[in-house]
């Protein structure tokens, strides 16, 4: 009986991981980065744009210039996120 108290636990438990891990997935969101997805902020979509361009001119460069590239990486990814909220 205890034995199968536990099995019973260990289930409860990675059931309970797997709905959190499927939640997460659920809400999360998939945008294109095209011009057409985000009519309402053209500039900050340039500006983004630009930022990639530039992160992956850096990158292009070789490993010496990563860290460099990722920069501009992170600046895009952060307008991306204010331009879709």
Known sequence: MNY???ITN???LITFILSILLL???FAQNV???KDNFKDN??????AKNAIETGDK???QGSI???QALEPY???NNLIRIMLC
């Open 24 to 26: 997460n997935f659920a």
């Open 65 to 67: 210039f990563y860290k």
């Open 10 to 12: 260990y289930q409860l």
């Open 32 to 34: 294109e980065f095209t």
């Open 42 to 47: 053209k500039d900050g979509f340039k500006e």
């Open 58 to 60: 850096l990158f292009s």
């Open 74 to 76: 992170l600046a895009a």
């Open 4 to 6: 199968q108290l536990r």
